[in-house]
């Protein structure tokens, strides 16, 4: 009964983290709907494969990273350094947004600190079940009014074009990627001291960078657009 319950939370929780990229950043999620659905049943059975299974719990957030970057990469034709960058900045969200409702249930006296090591009871349910429905309702309002950065191209990419990664508007992209990347790899050190404060304020700051080069990424694509159309008139 556990191993049905946790998968299936499993499967609701990663497909919360992948709704939560696609939703951030405004790409499609009805059309690619069977992908997506395979891929959280995989990305479940990974992850309880990980802890359960092997027990080692260590290995499963760094193994849903790649995973997350090659659905993005494979399954939705991505080009691999927006794919890493949105995938962290999603990820590091969803962090925050559970070490969050982590701290509300531990004011509450409700949880402690020792919860975010466990892999099943009762209270780890909770917080699961807390963190995938906000998250759902999160990503209903982005839907709904529109919300998120428009600056990646909808899918599939054009891989024939030549990609210049030292371009102004890519090389902020990469240096979030790699900074997404170290905050992961941080999240293991400080979830297994006990230390989920550490892992709040890292998954915040790393959003935080991430937030800001797509808003600025963002706002230098619609200067552009503003430019070109400006030179259009003037040309006519």
């Keep these: 009964m556990n191993t049905v319950i946790y998968i299936t939370l499993g499967i609701f929780d990663a497909l919360a983290m992948l709704l939560v990229i696609l939703k951030l950043y405004m790409l499609p999620v009805r059309e690619y709907a069977g992908k997506i659905v ?6 479940a059975s990974l992850s309880y494969m990980m802890r359960i299974t092997l027990d080692i719990p260590k290995l499963d957030l760094p193994l849903q990273y790649i995973f997350f ?18 995938a962290g900045a999603g990820i590091s969200a969803y962090a925050a947004l559970q070490m969050g409702i982590f701290y509300i249930y531990k004011w ?3 949880m402690h600190v020792g919860i ?19 998250a759902y309702v999160i990503c ?6 529109d919300y998120g950065f428009s600056f990646i191209v909808k899918p599939p990419h054009d891989f024939l074009t030549r990609e210049d990664y030292l371009s102004r508007k890519n090389v902020p992209i990469i240096i979030g990627a790699v900074i997404s990347a170290i905050t992961i790899c941080l999240t293991l050190v400080f979830l297994y001291n006990s230390d989920p404060l550490w892992l709040l304020l ?3 700051l790393t959003f935080s960078i991430s937030y800001y080069f797509s808003y600025r990424r963002e706002r230098g694509d619609v200067r552009a657009a503003i430019e070109a ?3 259009k008139n003037k040309g006519s």
């Design 116 to 134: 975010v090591q466990q892999n099943e009871g009762l209270l780890v349910y909770l917080l699961q079940i807390s963190s995938i429905l906000v």
């Design 108 to 110: 509450l006296d409700i």
């Design 38 to 43: 395979a891929f959280v049943v995989f990305i």
């Design 69 to 86: 970057i090659l659905f993005l990469r494979f399954g939705m034709e991505l080009k691999i350094h927006l794919t890493s960058f949105i």
């Design 140 to 145: 209903f309002i982005f839907h709904l009014f």
């Design 202 to 204: 890292m998954a915040l």
């Design 229 to 231: 159309y400006r030179n």
